[in-house]
């Protein structure tokens, strides 16, 4: 029990301390792709222990709501850190609390109070950010849906723990339609999440084409540390939800020894490496789609999903 | 569940190529440049001559390994590197702007047919013994989306793409429902592609030099 306790923490160690690491990683690989040097991989922390040290501004309009957001935010990220596998394939004490669905609602609520935040200081970026991020939401929400239930055809669960586990015994699911739509979808899905460049430029933050920055441009300081740092967990733990429970299910700890839960961590690094890398492949390689296009690229992903859903009941898995 | 039995290597390298094979039609009907719907079209065809030559394996059959490789050999490369030069370039065909809805519309009917096409072949439909059941509603559903893109594209090129996408379809039914499929037919259906293409292409490089357009929306002016 105690050792369980003790994965528990690290994995939301793991996810707290090394988000940052992935996203300057990427940010440091798209700037060498680009024939730039690029900042330091660290560089990130450094940010971070900038603006924790500073003092924040906030608009004597603003109320509690966008006091509290980024707590909010934060807990929320914190608590999906909980609930997934990240380093072991077997339930830690935490994950009872909730599904992918539930986890789905969870990440739901940390966008929710951020959009709050942005319109609740007036500014028009800010109204503006949040009212674009509600309307892609609304979009990915059926799409995100449709995946998880091509996970249930497959897994006959929407537990991510026996996902990981179906697919992991018998490696053949992972060529099977209904399992590779699904996976594509969920693909897209991440890369809508977080504001990767078919949908938003991540290094680049201009006015007339910001989503997600502009929800957060009124932050400062330590609560524009929090909800940046929240942003870099929540793609960091998708993406490790995408490498560990839909493409390389193997290479986990299970819950009961520490050491599986510790060497889980490199190889978890070596995964999301190969992630970042088609992430990065895809951010240089092709341009950001109009905004109205999004719909388009969120229905491909609603419809790949469909179309999985459909083959599993021809062939029966 | 019975038709799980069907897991075998074969079925399921068929049942993949078949939905990559769905894709590459769902990504012509979702895309707007000429040069991307020719890039999809001859990834379809490599698709479908590695369905082919998979068929043509497990069944040890010389006559559909020649398939395979004229597959390849005309759909994969001839057909696309055709188009490509006598079409697309000298008529310098860009963006395709003669579509008759959007492409969300589009897509979602797309969607609705791969739906419909799996609701009419259902499991219990299929003969017994088949080595990948996906393939039978697959290749329905790539029948009916290169119909759909015929008719929701007005430029008389996308049309052909759209055409050719259905005979795709059609083959890749074929090989897979009746691997007997005699070889003279087939090399017959491949003679007359390669014969349609190039009337149409002599005929749309005509219609285009002189009327600098190709689309048959504009037909329309001479209903009565």
Request: proline share 4%; glycine share 8%; with cysteine.
């Amino acid at each position: 029990m105690a050792t369980s306790i003790i994965l528990q923490v690290l994995q939301s160690l793991v996810v707290l301390t090394l988000a940052p690491l992935y996203s300057g990683a990427l940010a440091r690989a798209e700037a060498i792709v680009a024939s730039k040097r690029g900042p330091s991989v660290l560089q990130l922390y450094w940010d971070l222990a900038k603006w924790l040290r500073k003092s924040s501004v906030v608009s004597d309009q603003a109320s509690w709501v966008y006091r509290g957001a980024p707590f909010v935010a934060f807990a929320c990220y914190l608590t999906v850190s909980a609930i997934v596998p990240v380093i072991t394939n077997a339930p830690l004490p935490l994950a009872f609390l909730s599904d992918l669905i539930g986890g789905a609602f969870v990440l739901s609520l940390a966008g929710f109070v951020i959009s709050l935040a942005g319109l609740d200081t007036a500014s028009p970026l800010g109204g503006l950010g949040a009212s674009r991020a509600s309307w892609i939401g609304s979009l990915a929400e059926p799409a995100l849906i449709m995946v998880f239930f091509t996970v249930g055809a497959v897994s006959a669960s929407d537990n991510p723990y026996l996902m990981n586990q179906a697919v992991g015994h018998s490696p053949y699911v992972l060529v099977m339609p209904t399992h590779l739509l699904g996976t594509l979808a969920f693909f897209m899905l991440v890369l809508v999440e977080n504001g990767r460049i078919p949908i938003e430029s991540p290094t680049v933050s201009i006015e007339i084409s910001m989503i997600e920055e502009g929800r957060v441009l009124e932050f400062s300081g330590r609560e524009y540390a929090l909800v940046k740092w929240g942003s870099w967990m929540k793609f960091f733990l998708l993406s490790s939800i995408f490498m560990n429970v839909f493409v390389f299910p193997w290479g986990l700890g299970d819950a009961k020894t520490l050491l599986g839960g510790l060497i889980a961590i490199p190889l978890l690094l070596c995964k999301l490496a190969v992630c970042g890398l088609v992430i990065v492949i895809i951010d240089t390689s092709i341009a950001k789609v109009r905004f109205f296009r999004i719909a388009e690229f969120l229905g491909a992903a609603f419809l790949l999903a469909l179309v999985g859903i459909a083959t599993s009941y021809v062939i029966g898995a | 569940m019975e038709s799980l039995a069907a897991t075998s290597i074969t079925g399921i390298s068929l049942d993949l190529l078949s939905v990559l094979m769905l894709l590459c039609a769902f990504a012509c009907l979702g895309s707007k440049l000429f040069n991307r719907y020719v890039y999809y079209y001859g990834l379809q065809s490599v698709l479908l001559s590695a369905a082919t030559a998979i068929v043509a394996y497990t069944y040890g059959r010389v006559e559909l390994w020649v398939l395979a490789v004229l597959t390849l050999a005309i759909k994969g490369i001839g057909i696309p590197t055709m188009t490509r030069h006598l079409l697309i370039e000298k008529l310098e065909l860009k963006r395709d702007v003669a579509v008759s809805t959007g492409l969300s519309t589009a897509l979602i009917v797309g969607g609705v047919l791969t739906a419909f096409s799996y609701l009419v072949t259902t499991p219990a439909l299929l003969p017994k013994g088949l080595v990948a059941a996906a393939v039978v509603p697959i290749s329905t559903a790539i029948i009916l989306l290169g119909a759909l893109t015929m008719v929701v594209r007005r430029h008389t090129v996308a049309q052909l793409i759209g055409w050719l996408l259905l005979e795709n379809g059609v083959f890749l039914g074929a090989i897979t429902l009746v691997a007997a499929f005699p070889f003279i037919v087939e090399a017959g259906v491949f003679l007359d592609l390669v014969a349609a293409v190039l009337i149409m292409v002599v005929f749309v490089s005509g219609l285009g030099r002189r009327l600098a357009e190709a689309s048959s929306g504009e037909m329309r002016g001479l209903r009565g």
